[in-house]
């Protein structure tokens, strides 16, 4: 039995793309096979740990709970997309540079989506506000204590750009 | 990890969506797909057929019905959690709505997963089926016969199993409102904020009536009546008819203790949710 294929247009980092993928692609390997966008990485595939999140139309998402067919037309955001038009990293990247935010890197793509979008909502979060905001990403290896740090001081780098 | 190969339909009005169901016998509705993507991932379920809803137009409403005895808000198959959440109406007209979606899961899941596909999912682990069943909330399907509306009472019929046919999409969902000088709460104990509770509790206190719903104790939505039961004795009184379940989570005497600690704390805090609405 040969699979259907759907003819798929999406935005992502304002970029369109046609591809065609069959029904049962999930979001995260499009991005990763389909479009060679690695940077969004995939660790339970079952929406618990965060490592696929991605924005779709501003929104953080779970890449690895969507079909790519479900996002037909919809504008998408990875973290390749984050760093500022010049090429140089964005706040939020800035940020886990500075503040040693990340280790091994894994969940990093994750919580950057997920930061960046939380704080377009919130750009002044109290210290529990910064917390929560990570609340459902998982990391392994840095304890979170340094992500936290981090989100303070993307808000920071943001409110004096 | 991959889900097996499935017919897709995109479909873009409730008739398109009801007839690709009546045309498959092995067809699911595909929502927000936050339950439903990791069952396929995990080979757990595999449908031949799956009908997208999210391109019909018209389903993410909120919507007060002032005109309706109790004055409740309705709930579109594809408001997403955090549309509700969000909403002021919901929070004014009945807050438990409010109150157990903040325990929903992550805002990443509630950004995608939908409250009305929570209700047919019927996870008894889940927040939203004991509070429709608390409230006596009900859901409209529809299907090859037309429209009809299931109370919460016939919603549920087993673990993981609800009354909807497997050729009815859920519309909408419909929490009455809460009745002046009435109190409600939730609380739940979960492993960490965001997992599914190990027990929650969510509570109605309208005049002497107490009504309180757990959710994970049984394998359905429980609602037990505590009116006219003597604060100290809410726990075990609960408990008399409730029948806790053993499972990879937590033993049934575990359960049980949850039980007792929270059906207290929680009928405390809608009474005095009910006086602070009293007195404003
Ligand atoms: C990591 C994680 C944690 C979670 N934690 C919680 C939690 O703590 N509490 C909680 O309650 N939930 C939790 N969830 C589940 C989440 O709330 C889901 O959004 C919800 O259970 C299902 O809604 P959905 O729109 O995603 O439905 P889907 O996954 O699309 O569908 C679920 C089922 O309902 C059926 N269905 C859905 N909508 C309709 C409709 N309109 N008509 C007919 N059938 C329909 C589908 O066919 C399918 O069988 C969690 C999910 C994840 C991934
Ligand atoms: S890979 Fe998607 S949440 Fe873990
Ligand atoms: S840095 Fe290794 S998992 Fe987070």
Do not use: W
Request: glycine share 10%.
């Amino acid at each position: 039995m040969s699979e259907e294929l759907h003819d798929l247009r999406v935005t992502v980092n304002g970029a369109t793309h046609d591809i065609r993928v069959p029904a049962r692609r999930l979001l995260s390997d499009a991005l990763r096979h389909d479009l060679g966008l690695t940077g969004t990485h995939v660790g339970c595939e079952h929406g618990v740990c965060g490592a696929c999140t991605i924005l779709v139309d501003g929104a953080p998402t779970r890449a690895c709970l969507m079909f790519a067919v479900s996002a037909q037309g919809a504008e998408i955001t990875t973290v390749e997309g984050l760093t500022n038009a010049d090429g140089s990293l964005g706040p939020v990247q800035q940020a886990f540079a500075e503040c040693h935010g990340l280790q091994c890197g894994f969940c990093t793509p994750g919580f950057l989506t997920t930061i960046t979008a939380g704080l377009r909502d919130n750009p002044r979060p109290t210290h529990e506000e910064a917390r929560d905001m990570v609340a459902g990403n998982l990391c392994r290896c840095t304890g979170y204590q340094n992500i936290v740090k981090a989100v303070e001081r993307a808000a920071e780098i943001q409110a004096n750009a | 990890m991959k889900p097996a190969p499935f017919d897709y339909r995109r479909p873009e009005t409730v008739a398109e969506a009801v007839a690709a169901l009546a045309g498959e016998p092995n067809a699911k509705v595909l929502a927000g797909g936050q339950s439903l993507v990791p069952l396929l991932s995990m080979r757990l379920a595999a449908p031949a057929m799956l009908v997208d809803i999210n391109a019909i137009p018209g389903l993410d409403t909120i919507a007060v019905e002032s005109d309706d005895r109790d004055g409740g808000v309705r709930v579109g198959a594809l408001a997403r959690h955090s549309a509700v959440l969000a909403s002021d109406d919901v929070r004014r007209v009945q807050p438990l709505v409010t109150m157990a979606l903040s325990h929903v899961a992550h805002a990443t899941i509630r950004n995608r997963g939908t409250t009305v596909g929570s209700l047919v999912h019927a996870d008894a682990a889940a927040e939203m089926p004991v509070v429709l069943t608390l409230l006596g909330g009900s859901v409209d399907v529809e299907g090859p016969g037309g429209r009809r509306t299931i109370p919460a009472s016939e919603l549920y019929v087993g673990p993981l199993e609800s009354s909807v046919g497997h050729d009815e999409v859920a519309v909408s969902a419909y929490f009455p409102g809460l009745a002046p000088g009435a109190g409600v709460a939730f609380e739940e104990i979960a492993r960490r904020h965001g997992d599914y509770a190990l027990v929650g509790a969510a509570a109605l206190v309208d005049g002497e009536t107490v009504r309180v719903g757990y959710l994970s104790v049984s394998d359905v939505p429980a609602v037990v009546d505590l009116t006219g039961v003597a604060d100290a004795d809410l726990g075990e009184a609960a408990l008399a008819q409730l029948e806790p379940l053993d499972d990879i989570h937590a033993t049934a005497d575990y359960r049980a203790q949850l039980v007792r600690v929270l059906t207290g704390r929680v009928v405390r805090s809608a009474r005095q949710h009910a006086q602070r609405e009293g007195a404003q």
